[in-house]
């Protein structure tokens, strides 16, 4: 695979469409998902020339802790319906290339197995559950498993309606239907493989809870993050922010860091594109808040045109998807080779040594603001030339 396109069609090709669609589908007719894809190409980077870019670097620090790389691997539900064994391959992807994975309340496998493979690699995400009561459990178990990083994912109040797991029966808890049992018949190989395994479940919930995926998560309010940020005492990340007035607020509750994401459009599909939202939160919290991002990254240069926006860290959610589906631990392996020489690549022909030098300094702004700035240089070449 040389590319997230390569992936996603390998996905397809493997998956039953049941499973492809789960990945793969978004909110409503899915143009939301579309226009976070797209809008990357409208941004431009601006080359330079002449500059020492022999040795590079790609480290990152956030929140205190060290990566190789400024991309991690997003919260996701279920990953072991894309191929067995996918928790235990990201955690281990994690340790191996230094970079976070998220535990989602929703993994398949249990919290704290994934942070045992994952070590402090593993950050736990948390759904608010069936009351608070749960989710201040979820939390505290967090807690006992040794993780230092929760993100609450706050941009769900209500899962909304996606069009292609209703047409394909897909439900949480899983349930065969006539159409699924024919779909994974004509996919054999997946079949056998995962049936082997055991048919993936949710399993971080609390004792005789059930996750159900349609349910309200309307109590991720303000009063829960109040009482979250008292009880938590890592670091604590909101999950979903899309306003400026929502960062601001949620900065000033006491979080760490603030992750800007449109849910890769899964929520609403009439949302903004995540990365036109990235720069206003920007300019809202000023420079020293931590900004993660998500939404619409396909590949190494999508990274350095988010962190020339504004972002510190940048999180990659469908692209893993696709490859584990594609080829397992191989083709998330090819999948991350791509990401990081590309981003490398990126920076070389920006004349930049290391990510931490990305500044919106490095678009290119077709129109006005370009004329004005070629004007500005023409004007301080003249002054210079007659120095």
Known sequence: MYSTEDARRGAQRR???????????AAGRE??????????DDIYLQPRVMENVASRSLATEILGQKFDVPFGIAPMGMCNLVCPGADRILCKAAVQRAMPVCVSSAASSTLEDMREWAGNRAWFQLYYGQSEEASLAAVER??????????????????????????NGFNVPFTLTLTSFLDFAFHPRWSVSTLAAGIPSPKNMGKGDQFVRG?????????????????WQGNLIVKGITSAWDALRVRDAGVDALYVSNHGGRQLDSVPPAIDLLPRVREAVGKDMPLLFDSGVRNGEDVVKALALGADFV?????????????????????????????????????????????SGVLYEPGTAAREGMSNLSHSLKVAARN
């Not at 967090?142 to 047409?167: H, I, K, N, W």
């Not at 349910?215 to 009880?231: P, Q, V």
């Open 315 to 359: 999180m990659l959610g469908r692209p893993v998807l696709f490859a584990l589906g594609a080829a397992g631990e191989q083709g998330l392996s090819s999948m991350l080779d791509c990401y990081t020489k590309d981003t490398d690549a990126a920076i070389a022909q920006l004349g930049i040594t290391s990510v931490a030098g990305l500044w």
């Open 15 to 25: 998956l039953p469409r049941l499973v492809f669609d789960f990945i793969d589908g």
């Open 215 to 231: 349910a309200s998560r309307a109590g991720a309010d303000w009063e829960f993050l109040a009482k979250l940020r008292k009880t």
């Open 142 to 167: 967090a807690a006992e498993a040794g993780y230092d990083t929760l993100l609450l994912t706050a941009d769900v109040p209500q899962v909304s309606r996606r069009v292609r797991d209703q047409r």
């Open 31 to 40: 143009a939301g998902a579309q226009r976070n894809e797209v809008r990357f």
